[in-house]
Each structure stands twice: as C-alpha cells, then as structure tokens.
Nanobody, 117 residues
C-alpha cells in the first residue's frame, strides 16, 4: 500500500507562483507513473499533469507553458511548479501514483490553491 501527503498549497495573487509537493511512503518500490489532478467547487476533477518513471512528462492544454511537473525518486516525491497563475487555476489539487503490474491508482487528500484577482 502507498500513502501520499501533499503540501505547498495556499493563497496567491494572479500572476504569482506556487510549488506543490507530494511525498509517498509505503510500498514505494512499485510506483511507476505520478501525476496531479485538480477540482474546482461544483466541478468534476480534471487532469493537470503526469510524469513517468523515466521522466517523460505530459500536461493539460490549460497549463502548458506555465506548470512544470518533476519527481525526485530518492525522496519519493513529485512536485508541481505553477507559474503565471490565473484565477481559473483555483481548486483542490490532488497527487496520484500508479502502483504495481495492474496499475492501481492511489490518491492524496488534496491541498487547496486559491488565486485571487
């Protein structure tokens, strides 16, 4: 089993920056992909970014050029650096990891990001 703990959320002005972190523990040797999703109040959870075990990255069109996902395997941590933040980036951000040969997905509890106008 895997446990995920997110940190780094908070309040920031439009145009500002924020870096989220997510530390994994437990059966971490079997982790492959890691990623981030977000959810605004009253809306469905949406994909933000992902990174594979070999470092390949992928981003939603809405964040391309502004967000950067990275990972530190020695620290069992995935990061999301967010730049040029917009009010529409506001929401709860969740980290995810894919584990084992069947690709079971674990979710963190989420961290709030609020971007003011």
């Amino acid at each position: 089993q895997v446990q995920l703990v997110e940190s780094g959320g908070g309040l920031v002005q439009a145009g500002g920056s924020l870096r989220l972190s997510c530390a994994a523990s437990g059966n971490i040797s079997s982790i492959s992909d890691m990623g981030w999703y977000r959810q605004a109040p009253g809306k469905q959870r949406e994909y933000v970014a992902a990174i594979t075990s070999d470092g390949s990255t992928n981003y939603a069109d809405s964040v391309k050029g502004r967000f950067t996902i990275s990972r530190d395997n020695a620290k069992n941590t995935v990061y999301l650096e967010m730049n040029s933040l917009k009010p529409e980036d506001t929401g709860v951000y969740y980290c995810t990891v894919r584990v084992g040969p069947r690709g079971y997905v674990y979710w963190g509890q989420g961290t709030q990001v609020t971007v003011s106008t």
